[in-house]
Structure formats: structure tokens, C-alpha cells
């Protein structure tokens, strides 16, 4: 299927299904992006813009999951709930090290990059959210 980022940024994704050892299914998703896509991303970001990627994966993951298993939420506003923030700056947290090995990013860049991607998933609103 074709993934939009924004206008003039198609990407590819791929999901495989495929029967798991204990008779689970085992669920792969691959997200293709054109060397140019990325490219942009990280002039306007730097390499640690690609966090939000990782991060709004996990986010769509774990609702398409809280859905199959008929729990009840609110997409709109679950990342205002505790369990959401907390879930969210997780994520963020675990996507780091993975950019900063990807692109050599030194620990003071990755630290800002996740201190942005935290801000922007999980942002401190003292309720006026």
C-alpha cells in the first residue's frame, strides 16, 4: 500500500502476515521511504526527525491492537491519558539509539531529537490540551 507523509511524499508499506510456532501470527511491517523523502525529512529535522516515524508506528500499532482486542478508548485524546504519554515517551526513548546508530548521531543531537519527538507525541499541556 502507498503511505502519504504529506503532499508529494508517497512511501511504500508492506505488511506480511505468516503463521507463528505456537500457532499465533506473526505480524512484519515494512515502510519504504524514496531517498529524497528521507533526505528532506532529515534537512528539515536532522537525523532524529526519523524518530517520529518509529514512534507514530509503535502508536498505530498499539491502537490497532487496544481495536482486535475490543478495548475500549478514544484515539482522539488516549495520548493524553497517562498510559498514553507514558507509552509515547517510551517509544520515543527506544527509537533514539536506533537513528543514533543508523546515522553516527552524537548522544547531545539524539538527546535533543528526543526531547523533540517527546514534545510532539507527549507534549507537557497542564491540561489546556
Given at each position: 500500500?502507498?503511505?502519504?507523509?504529506?503532499?508529494?511524499?508517497?512511501?511504500?508499506?508492506?505488511?506480511?502476515?505468516?503463521?507463528?510456532?505456537?500457532?499465533?501470527?506473526?505480524?512484519?511491517?515494512?515502510?519504504?521511504?524514496?531517498?529524497?523523502?528521507?533526505?528532506?525529512?532529515?534537512?528539515?529535522?536532522?537525523?532524529?526527525?526519523?524518530?517520529?516515524?518509529?514512534?507514530?508506528?509503535?502508536?498505530?500499532?498499539?491502537?490497532?491492537?487496544?481495536?482486535?482486542?475490543?478495548?475500549?478508548?478514544?484515539?482522539?485524546?488516549?495520548?493524553?491519558?497517562?498510559?498514553?504519554?507514558?507509552?509515547?515517551?517510551?517509544?520515543?526513548?527506544?527509537?533514539?539509539?536506533?537513528?543514533?546508530?543508523?546515522?553516527?548521531?552524537?548522544?547531545?543531537?539524539?538527546?535533543?531529537?528526543?526531547?523533540?519527538?517527546?514534545?510532539?507525541?507527549?507534549?507537557e499541556t497542564n491540561g489546556d490540551r
Open positions: 500500500m502507498t503511505w502519504v507523509l504529506g503532499e508529494g511524499m508517497p512511501t511504500e508499506v508492506e505488511v506480511r502476515l505468516a503463521a507463528g510456532d505456537d500457532g499465533d501470527t506473526v505480524f512484519e511491517l515494512e515502510h519504504a521511504s524514496p531517498t529524497q523523502i528521507v533526505d528532506e525529512l532529515v534537512r528539515t529535522y536532522g537525523p532524529g526527525g526519523t524518530i517520529g516515524i518509529g514512534c507514530g508506528w509503535d502508536l498505530t500499532l498499539l491502537c490497532l491492537d487496544f481495536f482486535l482486542h475490543g478495548v475500549q478508548f478514544d484515539p482522539a485524546t488516549w495520548l493524553d491519558t497517562p498510559e498514553g504519554r507514558n507509552f509515547a515517551i517510551r517509544s520515543c526513548h527506544v527509537w533514539g539509539p536506533v537513528i543514533q546508530a543508523a546515522w553516527a548521531t552524537g548522544d547531545d543531537d539524539i538527546a535533543a531529537a528526543i526531547a523533540f519527538a517527546v514534545q510532539h507525541f507527549a507534549p
